[in-house]
């Protein structure tokens, strides 16, 4: 796809840095302040999305966000720089024929990972009650993980052991096997 006149693109929402709530944020106000323009009557939007990833449930719940609000505003991503982690369930969010990269991308795919705990001193009930509670949160990433799979082996026209393989390893895509594989459309260029 060539960009040959920015205002194609429509609003410009840039969505970067950790996928955290100030992303959210981000995405929110700017949504608000596309609807409610009142010069603009047709809603168009293009996201600009780089990110090294963050939250898991936040990308979820922003890639929720974004697929909700494609049905009532014409919405675009492109993938710019870094898309990586729960960065990509964001990306991953519209159709395909909606998703773009730029030339230079890296695209990661991941396994879900958990953090380090440091935790301090505890009774062994508070310990079992913490180890339960991980438990149960490992459960959830795990399904949330074979979802996620699954999306990605159907978009990308893989098996499930294949799209599984990629995301054990840690695939990274550059832009031209981001399209080759069915992540994006075509490379967007500027």
Known sequence: ?????????GMLIALSGEVDV????????????LLNNKEKPAKKATILLSTTGGMTWIGNAIGERIAFLSRFIDLRIIAMTMVASSGVR???????????????????????????????????????????????????????????????????GLSYKKALSLWITSHHFDAAEAVKCGLAASIILF
């Open 22 to 33: 100030s992303m959210m944020n981000t995405l929110d106000q700017a949504v608000e302040k």
């Open 90 to 156: 964001v990306f991953l969010s519209l159709p395909r024929d909606r998703r773009f990269v730029s030339p230079d991308v890296d695209i990661m795919i991941h396994q879900v990972k958990r953090g380090a705990d440091s935790s301090s001193r505890q009774s062994l009930d508070e310990r079992r009650k913490r180890l339960e509670e991980e438990l149960i949160s490992i459960e959830v990433n795990e399904r949330e993980e074979r979802r996620w799979v699954k999306l990605l082996a159907k978009e990308m």
């Open 1 to 9: 796809m060539k960009v040959k006149n920015i205002e194609d693109l």
